[in-house]
């Protein structure tokens, strides 16, 4: 049977809760959008932040910041939830499905699936 855990180098809180979209634009700060990429190491990851419709994960090495919107569920991507992983793999993937639990009873609310991740670096 496999685990689940939450995000944020395993554990998402309400640390994490949902930021206002102008937050998106401290997190990201002066850095410069890449080419998208399908996977990023789960075990690089330092901070994960959601902002609505989204997620934001700040890797531990390199300065990089990884925008992920979910091409389903990310409606439902705000404060007072967390999200839940399999953490049998290494690596967060586009397509891969991201359980959204309700951040007080974590009743599941709904299910996200990852889109791209766009990296931010500085340029």
């Known amino acids: 049977m496999r685990r689940t855990t939450a995000l944020a180098a395993l554990l998402l809180s309400s640390a994490a809760a949902a930021l206002p979209v102008d937050r998106l634009d401290r997190l990201v700060g002066d850095r410069v959008a890449g080419a998208a990429v ?25 300065g990089v910041v ?18 839940a992983i399999d953490d049998a793999y290494p690596r967060l993937c ?6 959204v639990l309700n951040e007080n009873s974590r009743a599941a609310v709904a299910t996200a699936t990852l ?3 766009i990296p931010y670096r500085r340029p």
């Open 66 to 83: 990884y925008l992920n919107r979910p091409t389903a569920g990310a409606g439902f991507i705000h404060g007072g939830v967390v999200l």
């Open 94 to 99: 586009r397509d891969e499905p991201v359980r």
């Open 115 to 117: 889109g791209d991740f």
């Open 38 to 62: 399908a996977r990023i190491d789960r075990l690089d990851i330092d901070t994960v932040a959601l902002v609505p419709g989204g997620i934001v994960y700040t890797m531990k090495t390199g």
